[in-house]
Nanobody, 124 residues
Framework: QVQLAESGGGLVQAGGSLRLSCAAS????????MGWFRQAPGKERDFVGA????????YYTDSVKGRFTISRDNAKSTVYLQMNSLKPEDTAVYYC?????????????????WGQGTQVTVSS
């Protein structure tokens, strides 16, 4: 099983930036996919984006395209979520998730491994 740990959340003003990190430990398959989700109070867990480790294929949800960027550091087994031009509606707990099936999907049910989450708050 893979353990995932997020870091980098915090409080930022609208228009600002944050970078989240998700470090993976344990044995990851070559086709491992790491995704980012977010959940605001009282709402469902929504897909943000995902990256497939083997070919760096990346998929974003429409609401973050052009503002958020996913990248990876192979040596550190870490995936990053760079968030720019943040808006109050980006406020949520952000989770990283992983699956070994190689499936890049917006459905949380596709992912087997989950981090503990990190809070991102954007003030207006």
């Amino acid at each position: 099983q893979v353990q995932l740990a997020e870091s980098g959340g915090g409080l930022v003003q609208a228009g600002g930036s944050l970078r989240l990190s998700c470090a993976a430990s344990g044995r990851t398959a070559s086709r491992y996919v790491m995704g980012w989700f977010r959940q605001a109070p009282g709402k469902e867990r929504d897909f943000v984006g995902a990256i497939r480790w083997s070919d760096t294929y990346i998929y974003y949800t429409d609401s973050v395209k052009g503002r958020f960027t996913i990248s990876r550091d192979n040596a550190k087994s870490t995936v990053y979520l760079q968030m720019n031009s943040l808006k109050p509606e980006d406020t949520a707990v952000y989770y990283c998730a992983g699956n070994s099936a190689g499936v890049v999907s917006p459905s949380p049910r596709t992912y087997d491994d989950w981090g503990q989450g990190t809070q991102v708050t954007v003030s207006s």
